[in-house]
């Protein structure tokens, strides 16, 4: 009886199951978030969910549990949910099986760059929900391994993303494939009319929830600057490090050279640093991923592709290395801490030339980022502007400037001539 006291009544009283609130307390669930308390009753009664919220408001638990609980042990692939990344995808599936700890069902996940063996093997001990990317997923039913077409639930994860990358005619072709009656939950941080459209396609009726209160960033990150030279980002981000000790990070950067570049440059230096970018292998992302989410890795240096679907509840600061072109993109990178209502630190570096996109920044999110002093920090002092002097006359290529004289004063040169390899011949001596 004391067990069943100490269980997440909140979540009880959403409808949640026991077997599911066991798996929550392990979880250390409390208080349901926004978007779990309007989206859970619905999605248990069956309704088709258009949901709209921000990043990092525990949107998987919210489309999960109530899948989940809908579920039947004895049956086969009964939902399937399609995420736009490989890292999102292997995200939401352990989020998943740890919900579904208590309740004996199989989730697996399926997405490009592991092999296609691994993946046909998990798919052959007859999961009951499939989590993937839009080209694997259709990839596989083309090979006639995954059949969908008895589906009762379907979920779209991140669908603004899906769209970005390009995902749309795979999506379509899939959710077109489901012939039983199933239930469609989409979840979106935007929605536009491309995916209100293609709600009117694949949905009945659906249910629209916005829990974003159109906010593109949160109160609860403490947002700043600091104006620095490109040659001294290096020290100040030491600085950083040291004086904020941050339990677990990520450093952006904008391309992967300067990811992989600097990741050395911190591990040389003795900090538990690793880079997670485009061009690794998906073997070694999911290593890295891995021991990021146990803490054994301080530092995440990332570029933005390969930071998408980095969804990990404890990450204290995000810096800024690079600043980026596209101010949205700043608003996604710092939307990877102050998750689930916990505090958060986003720090900048920008360079003097850079004002115009820390600007930029500013108006997207309606806020003036402060400038922010380390201590210790000295910068190095910006070289002075050349002095305004008068750009001297053109010296025509057949003058030359005499030693000593004035600029004005030059001496005519003969023509230059082809050089003495091409002199036409002598004419023959006449004795």
Same mark, same amino acid.
């Given at each position: 009886m004391h067990k069943h006291l100490e269980l997440p009544q909140a979540f009880a009283d959403l409808g949640v199951e026991?077997?599911? $609130?066991?798996?929550?307390? *392990?979880?250390?669930?409390?208080?349901?978030?926004?978007?779990?308390?309007?989206?859970?009753?619905?999605?248990?009664?069956?309704?088709?969910?258009?949901?709209?919220?921000?990043?990092?408001? =525990? *949107?998987?638990?919210?489309?999960?549990?109530?899948?989940?609980?809908?579920?039947?042990?004895?049956?086969?692939?009964?939902?399937?949910?399609?995420?736009? &990344?490989?890292?999102?995808?292997?995200? /939401?599936?352990?989020?998943?099986?740890?919900? !579904?700890?208590?309740?004996?069902?199989?989730?697996?996940?399926?997405?490009?760059?592991? #092999? /296609?063996?691994?993946? $046909?093997?998990?798919? =052959?001990? *007859?999961?009951?929900?499939?989590?993937?990317?839009?080209?694997?997923?259709?990839?596989?039913?083309?090979?006639?391994?995954?059949?969908? !077409?008895?589906?009762?639930? !379907? @979920?779209?994860?991140? /669908?603004?993303?899906? $769209?970005?990358?390009?995902?749309?005619?795979?999506?379509?072709?899939?959710?077109?494939?489901?012939? !039983? *009656?199933?239930?469609?939950?989409?979840?979106?941080? &935007? $929605?536009?009319?491309?995916? #209100?459209?293609?709600?009117?396609?694949?949905?009945?009726?659906?249910?629209?929830?916005?829990?974003?209160?159109?906010?593109?960033?949160?109160?609860?990150?403490?947002?700043?600057?600091?104006?620095?030279?490109?040659?001294?980002?290096?020290?100040?981000l030491r600085l950083v490090l040291e004086q904020e000790k941050p339990p677990i990070a990520i450093v952006f950067c904008n391309t992967k050279h300067a990811a992989r570049k600097l990741a050395k440059k911190l591990h040389d230096a003795g900090v538990q640093a690793t880079e997670i970018h485009g061009d690794l292998e998906q073997r070694k992302r999911d290593k890295v991923m891995d021991r990021f989410r146990k803490h054994q890795i301080q530092v995440l240096v990332a570029t933005d592709l390969a930071a998408r679907g980095i969804d990990v509840s404890a990450i204290s600061h995000?810096?800024?290395?690079?600043?980026? @072109?596209?101010?949205?993109?700043?608003?996604h990178r710092i939307g990877r801490t102050a998750r689930m209502g916990q505090q958060g630190v986003a720090i900048t570096f920008v360079t003097r030339e850079q004002g115009k996109e820390l600007t930029e920044v500013e108006k997207l999110i309606n806020r003036e980022i402060a400038s922010r002093t380390v201590p210790g920090f000295t910068p190095t002092p910006a070289r002075p502007p050349m002095e305004t002097r008068r750009e001297p006359a053109p010296v025509s290529r057949l003058e030359a400037p005499v030693a000593g004289a004035t600029m004005t004063q030059t001496v005519k040169m003969p023509p230059k001539t082809l050089g003495g390899r091409f002199r036409p011949k002598r004419g023959r001596r006449r004795l």
């Open positions: 026991v077997r599911f $609130l066991q798996a929550l307390r *392990k979880m250390h669930f409390v208080e349901p978030s926004d978007v779990q308390c309007n989206l859970i009753p619905p999605a248990l009664q069956g309704r088709d969910i258009l949901g709209q919220a921000r990043t990092g408001t =525990g *949107k998987t638990a919210a489309f999960g549990l109530p899948i989940l609980q809908q579920l039947d042990p004895a049956g086969r692939l009964q939902a399937l949910c399609l995420a736009p &990344t490989r890292e999102l995808a292997v995200q /939401v599936t352990a989020e998943l099986q740890r919900l !579904a700890e208590f309740a004996n069902l199989h989730i697996v996940a399926i997405y490009g760059g592991q #092999k /296609v063996a691994t993946q $046909l093997h998990q798919l =052959g001990r *007859k999961p009951h929900f499939v989590v993937g990317t839009p080209g694997r997923v259709w990839d596989f039913m083309q090979r006639g391994v995954l059949n969908i !077409a008895e589906v009762r639930f !379907a @979920v779209l994860d991140e /669908v603004d993303r899906m $769209l970005d990358i390009g995902f749309r005619d795979d999506i379509r072709a899939i959710l077109g494939k489901i012939t !039983a *009656k199933h239930q469609t939950i989409f979840v979106s941080a &935007t $929605l536009d009319n491309e995916i #209100k459209t293609l709600a009117k396609r694949y949905m009945h009726d659906p249910l629209e929830i916005n829990v974003s209160r159109d906010r593109l960033t949160v109160d609860e990150v403490d947002q700043s600057y600091v104006t620095v030279e490109p040659q001294d980002k290096f020290r100040l995000i810096i800024n290395y690079d600043i980026p @072109v596209d101010s949205q993109v700043y608003v």
